[in-house]
């Protein structure tokens, strides 16, 4: 058997693709997933991927969750975290509900997974934290202040963790994607994305979740055990550093 990977948010968009690519890898793969029962369902039959259910914003949901896909896999030594919401507003109506919503799943939920794995990840000297935050971390988003913030605390989670993790064969990474081909982006009016933010990018096309699932495959390897507390983008050159 391979190794176990988790994966947050894996029923849909991005992160199925990255539990897809996991299994084609020969990882055994578990999903999670927040609500979306019927796609989960779906997804589970087309794949074969277990699925469980639980809220990344819940800490005592992670740990017994956590325990369940254990006791069903085994020890999970690849961590991808991956769910993540919207609740997009320009600053003066964001509401301290969706600035709350947004900090407990995109920055809280990274914690709460990764926390009770670390002992774990520690004995056994080896393990895998891969975190998808976003290009909007990086450079902040009009109407995204709760978004911005939370991903960019992924970063500084991120670069803080791997200092922690070096000795102890865990590396810790995060992933920043630009605009990636997902449902959520099928809902933009073609004249918006033609004139708009095709434009800003400068490969001239979004990114496809694959080409992120192949990213993240890189660095749960072996072979990237000298790359950890790296930011790796992935958005088609629309933001260079
Ligand atoms: P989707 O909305 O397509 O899927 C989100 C997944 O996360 C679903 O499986 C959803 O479960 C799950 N989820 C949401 N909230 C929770 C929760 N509280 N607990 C557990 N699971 C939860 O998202 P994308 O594929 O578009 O995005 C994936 C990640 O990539 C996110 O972190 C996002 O911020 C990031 N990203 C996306 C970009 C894009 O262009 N799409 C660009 C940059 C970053 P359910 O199905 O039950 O709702």
Known sequence: MGRVALVTGGSRGIGASIARALKDKGYSVAATYGGNDEAAAKFTEETGIRTYKWSVADYDACADGIAKVEADLGPVEVLVNNAGITRDAPFHKLTPEKWREVIDT????????????????????????????????????????????????????????????????????????????????????????????????????????????????????????????????????????
């Open 106 to 241: 995109n920055l809280n939920g990274v914690f709460n997974m990764t926390h009770p794995l670390w002992p774990g990840m520690r004995e056994r000297k080896f393990g895998r934290i891969i975190t998808i935050s976003s290009i909007n971390g990086q450079k902040g988003q009009f109407a995204q202040a709760n978004y911005s913030a939370a991903k960019a605390g992924d970063i500084g989670f991120t670069k803080a963790l791997a200092q922690e993790g070096a000795r102890a064969g865990i590396t810790v990474n995060a992933i920043c994607p630009g605009y990636i081909n997902t449902e959520m982006m099928s809902t933009i009016p073609e004249k918006v994305m033609n004139e708009v933010i095709l434009p800003q990018i400068p490969v001239g096309r979004l990114g496809e979740p694959e080409e992120i699932a192949r990213a993240v495959l890189f660095l749960a390897s072996d072979d990237s055990a000298f790359i950890t507390g790296a930011t790796l983008t992935a958005n088609g050159g629309q933001y260079m550093i």
